[in-house]
Every structure is written in C-alpha cells, then in structure tokens.
C-alpha cells in the first residue's frame, strides 16, 4: 500500500528554520513526482515546492524561493522541504504527495497528484 508520512513540523519564531520530511512506503519516491503543498485556515491548498522522478526538476511557489529548498534521499526514501527565514504567514498545514505519470518534470497544480499524506503542522509566530 503507497503510503506517504510527513514529519518535523512544529513551533518557530519568525526567521528561524524547520526541516519537513516525507517518508515513503509502497513505492520509491525515484518513481514518482513528489510535491509539498500546504494549507492554512481558511485558505485553498496551495503548491509549495516539487521534485520530478529524477530529481532533475524542481519548481517554487514565487514566495518560497530563495527561501525553501526541496531535496531527496532515495536511500532513504525520503524527500525533504527545508525552510528558512520563516515568515507568520507560512503557518499552514503541509502536505506531501506523489503522482506517478510526470516524466522529467513536476507541477505545483494539486489536482495532479494522487496520493497524499496526512499533513504536519507549522506555526511561525514569537
């Protein structure tokens, strides 16, 4: 069973740094497209970051770049979204996905993916 689990969200004051992880099971991330979205109270889900099969391919939101860096441990199974310079305004509940059919490319465009995790919450605030 494909299953996806998020960790390392939490509690920090503006301008610090967390580190989410997206663990992997019944598939290897190298196959698929993985993406970070996230949702905050009242607001649409919306794209964060992404990484093709490859790892060739990254894209940003305008907002994070410079800010957010995507990376993969395929030994580890694991994709990772490295946050720094935290902003109030990146609280939000983040979610990885996976979606097997992109060839050397991914897409921030949440309808595209098909599997999802259960989401770990980030609270930036002093």
């Known amino acids: 069973q494909l299953q996806l689990v998020e960790s390392g969200g939490g509690l920090v004051q503006p301008g610090g740094s967390l580190r989410l992880s997206c663990a992997a099971s019944?598939?290897?991330?190298?196959?698929?497209?993985i993406g970070w979205f996230r949702q905050a109270p009242g607001k649409e889900r919306e794209g964060v970051s992404c990484?093709?099969?490859?790892?060739?391919?990254?894209n940003y939101a305008d907002s994070m770049k410079g800010r957010f860096t995507i990376s993969r441990d395929n030994a580890k199974n694991t994709v990772y979204l490295q946050m720094n310079s935290l902003k109030p305004e990146d609280t939000a509940i983040y979610y990885c996905?996976?979606?097997?059919?992109?060839?050397?490319?991914?897409?921030?465009?949440?309808?595209?993916?098909?599997?999802w995790g259960q989401g770990t919450q980030v609270t930036v605030s002093s």
């Open positions: 996905a996976a979606e097997g059919t992109l060839i050397q490319k991914c897409t921030l465009s949440r309808g595209e993916y098909d599997y």
């Open positions: 990484v093709s099969s490859s790892g060739g391919t990254t």
């Open positions: 019944g598939f290897t991330v190298d196959h698929y497209a």
